[in-house]
């Protein structure tokens, strides 16, 4: 027992040591890859599709300024304000998911949470996958600035069949960079964000045209971004 309890200890600090690491490596160096690329790309070598990466990381200067509010109109309109977990739309979630049992279940990831699943960890609906994602995001909230988070963020979320990030995304859907991207353009991108190989900012669905209509009336009323 006592050698059980030894390897396990050495285990643990040594997950601790090696996270804590690279969150403090990821604060200056661009993601290379993530789980989820790797996990997408194995999907279609072994369905016989060609493989298909495409991501282009840009820092957060060369994105447009649309981008970030069009995403925390969406995602995470408390960004700014909370260290990582948004307390309030948890409790907002968790109620109506108790009165609506059976049908789709309502999230309340963070920016900060969604960044922390999507660089760290695999995509998956289960409480030991949930832990490390609350380990991760209190992480990078003490290592990284909101402004890196967000920029980390916009480079690494899967924005369509093989395409990752919004640079990315700008060029195949827009034929532009995507700091010339316009908030319709920037709204239409993270209206797809909860499910981007179903639909398409280049021809938005009547749900998505109403919901990035949606976001672009929270955009118009959002304070200036602080980064």
Avoid: C
């Avoid at 069949?161 to 995304?169: K, L, W």
């Avoid at 316009?182 to 209206?191: D, F, G, H």
């Amino acid at each position: 027992m006592k050698k059980v309890f030894r390897f396990f200890l050495k285990s643990v600090l040594w997950f601790i040591a090696l996270s804590v690491f690279s969150v403090i490596l990821f604060r200056f160096v661009p993601i290379p890859v993530t789980p989820l690329m790797i996990i997408r790309s194995s999907q279609q070598i072994f369905s016989g599709r060609e493989l298909m990466l495409e991501k282009d990381w840009q820092p957060l200067e060369k994105i447009s300024a649309a981008m970030p509010l069009a995403v925390i109109s969406a995602e995470d309109q408390r960004f700014e304000e909370h260290y990582g977990f948004d307390f309030e739309a948890i409790e907002k979630a968790r109620k109506h998911n108790m009165k609506n049992k059976g049908k789709k279940i309502k999230g309340a990831s963070t920016i900060s949470q969604q960044t922390a699943k999507n660089v760290f960890l695999w995509p998956a609906r289960s409480w030991v996958r949930k832990g490390f994602e609350v380990y991760f995001t209190f992480l990078i909230e003490i290592f990284w600035s909101k402004k890196r988070i967000m920029e980390v963020y916009l480079n690494v979320i899967e924005t369509g069949d093989g395409v990752y990030g919004v640079e990315a995304a700008s060029q195949r859907y827009f034929n532009k960079p995507a700091s010339k991207l316009t908030n319709r353009e920037a709204a239409l991108i993270a209206a797809v964000l909860p499910n981007p190989r179903k639909w398409s900012p280049a021809k938005p669905t009547p749900y998505i045209q109403k919901k990035a209509g949606r976001i672009m009336y929270f955009m118009a009323r959002m304070k200036p971004l602080s980064f």
